[in-house]
């Protein structure tokens, strides 16, 4: 396609592409590309799909789109233009898909979304109720456009918002639009993005940068990935906005090797980008140039923290740096310039405030945390995926309504949330509302949107013990109290689980706690003991019961508690027995045993018990026995 020279080249290239690409009564598939459908043979679904529509001389339109969000239920797609949403969808359906919707117009009820096999299907995407409550702004076109295609980018509206910034605004006037959106941060700290734009500005010296964090290393996090794999003009053209308003003229999009779908779109979009003139010197016919390149992380997740990211894209060792200088600072940024770090979901929240005002996006939302926020849903619920809501949505509705309930419809535990360095939520809290404020309030936080429900069986000190475990394997090990200080949490929380805990170690745990929040250089290691001490604020009693009750309630963990059979249950199937490698369960006549001298508390028995006849009981006055 031929270089744009100007806006007006742009505008005409919209209006030729939103008659040509999206026709409304074309039939059209759109099939969920992404990692979590692509993993369930997506790729194969598309290939059938394309061969069956060719032998029965059907003419439809498959879009490779990205995530659709309801990852659980993949390969996903929606057909036009009957509207129906298959779930589960496999490579031997695409024949019935072709006979049945695209020849007949009837759906294929099998591969329909239903709550249970009593309820009738549902039939469209916006009747599930987990998009139902949804509302889409940083994933308005994941699930829409093809993401390797700028065309489709270009037909559904996009660059409309970078068309008004460079013709009917002003650096200024773009700072003043995002500063009274009060578009916070979406990466966690919540900090408000204008606010962060204007001191880059304020920076003396020509040469400015332009960074996207998109490492993202949070466990049960792909929030980020998602946009970049499914939608990356969305973030190029944020990026482009941001530019224009501080005076840049390089910029750099930083994600983890290991997205490799994330790193291929990516240069994807960059080259069309430039192609099209869109990226490059003197844009769309104007004095505004802007170079971007893209650059792939380790792994690390301390380069998650802005300093170390900065480090890492300088070739240097993923260190945190002390500040100030702030990145937006001379001297602070990369290589010594100033620069401005937001991560992806906030640049790609920028265009639609651009092209719809602050206003529209400070009616979405709470006063003091306007817009919506994307969650990675995860855990013991229903329906795991990306889920979208308004900032204020209560975590009762994120979990029960979008997501389903708790599988086996077991009860309702805890939920984490802000990946490995957030806190655990429990069930008295349900129906407070999802906001930074909030969330900092019950000893949590945002994150970058990891959101992990845990059921009755769960453990909470040993979920403390596994973040913290992360947190500690992944510090830099540059200060002290992060490396040392994890390290000691760490050992205490091993012995507490193994059923070795001692008078003390939970006044331990605490003190241990806040010396790393206060001691610790980056924000990650300031908020590495969160899990720790927010189970501890919330389940202290299951701490006290591993320590002074030798007993797990959730009877996750191996070595606490005294084994006994209750024969009032037992059936006499024998099959303790048969696991028991320690010859601990011993046979009578009339019944069975477990003789505590052999028992190594190994819960074979309890696991094999098909009756639950197998009982785990507190021990009294174990505490100290190290």
């Not at 099939?31 to 598309?46: D, E, L, N």
């Amino acid at each position: 396609m031929a270089r744009l020279k100007n806006i007006e080249d742009l505008k005409n290239l919209r209006l030729l592409l939103k008659d040509e690409t999206f026709k409304e009564d074309k039939e059209r598939i759109r099939v969920c590309t992404g990692t979590a459908c692509m993993a369930s043979g997506a790729r194969k679904v598309v290939d059938n799909l394309e061969k069956s529509a060719a032998d029965k001389g059907i003419d439809v339109d498959i879009v490779k789109t990205g995530c659709q969000g309801l990852c659980q239920k993949g390969p996903l797609m929606k057909v036009e233009p009957t509207g129906y949403f298959y779930q589960r969808v496999r490579a031997g359906d695409a024949q019935e898909i072709v006979t049945n919707t695209l020849a007949a117009g009837f759906p294929v009820r099998h591969l329909l979304y239903r709550d249970s096999i009593l309820h009738e299907p549902y039939e469209m995407a916006d009747e599930l109720p987990f998009y139902k409550k949804q509302y889409r702004i940083a994933l308005k076109y994941n699930g829409v456009v093809d993401p390797n295609n700028i065309d489709h980018y270009i037909a559904v509206g996009g660059y409309s918002a970078l068309e008004k910034a460079l013709t009917g605004m002003t650096p200024e006037t773009i700072l003043d639009e995002v500063d009274k959106a009060n578009l916070r941060g979406r990466g966690g700290a919540g900090f408000p993005a204008g606010k962060k734009w204007r001191h880059t500005v304020k920076a003396p010296g020509d040469i400015k940068f332009v960074v996207a964090n998109g490492d993202e290393g949070d466990p049960g996090a792909f929030m980020d990935r998602a946009i970049m794999e499914g939608d990356p003009h969305s973030l190029i053209e944020g990026m482009l906005i941001c530019a224009r308003a501080i005076n840049a003229g390089f910029g750099f999009i930083y994600v983890r090797h290991e997205y490799p779908l994330a790193v291929k779109n990516l240069k994807t979009a960059i080259g069309q980008a430039e192609d099209l003139g869109l990226l490059g010197d003197n844009i769309l016919g104007t004095d505004f140039s802007f170079h971007l390149d893209l650059r792939e992380g380790a792994g690390a997740f301390v380069c998650g923290e802005s300093t170390a990211l900065v480090a890492s894209i300088e070739g240097e060792r993923g260190f945190p740096r002390p500040r100030p200088p702030r990145l937006s600072e001379p001297g602070g940024g990369l290589w010594g310039y100033p620069t401005n770090l937001n991560n992806i979901e906030t640049y790609v929240c920028v265009p639609p405030i651009i092209e719809k005002g602050a206003d529209w996006f400070l009616s979405i939302g709470t006063k003091n945390s306007p817009g919506t926020k994307v969650f990675a849903l995860t855990g013991k619920v229903k329906n795991t995926g990306l889920v979208e809501v308004p900032m204020g949505t209560t975590l009762r509705e994120i979990i029960f309504e979008i997501g389903g309930g708790i599988m086996g419809n077991k009860k309702f535990k805890a939920v984490q949330t802000g990946g490995p360095s957030g806190g655990c939520i429990p069930e008295s809290y349900l129906d407070n509302p999802v906001d930074f404020d909030s969330l900092r309030e019950l000893g949590s936080m945002m994150g970058s949107g990891g959101m992990v429900v845990v059921d009755e069986d769960t453990c909470m000190v040993d979920m403390a013990r596994y973040f913290l475990s992360f947190t500690q394997s992944e510090s830099c090990g540059k200060c002290p109290p992060c490396r040392i200080g994890t390290s000691q949490m760490l050992e205490i929380l091993e012995r507490i689980v193994s059923g070795k805990g001692a008078h003390g170690d939970i006044e331990r745990l605490e003190e241990l706690g806040r010396l790393i929040q206060e001691g610790s250089l980056c924000g990650l290691g300031q908020s590495a003991s969160n899990p720790v001490l927010s189970t501890l604020r919330y389940f202290r009693e299951e701490y006290e019961e591993h320590i002074y009750g030798n007993y797990c309630r959730a009877k996750a963990c191996n070595g606490l508690g005294r084994y006994r059979i209750d024969h009032t249950e037992c059936f006499l199937c024998g099959l303790c027995k048969q696991a028991c490698a320690f010859g601990a369960v011993r046979e009578l006549k009339d019944k069975f045993f477990i003789d505590e001298a052999y028992c190594t508390k190994c819960k074979a028995c309890y696991t094999a018990c098909p009756v639950d006849a197998v009982k785990i009981e507190k021990v009294a006055g174990e505490a100290g026995k190290i």
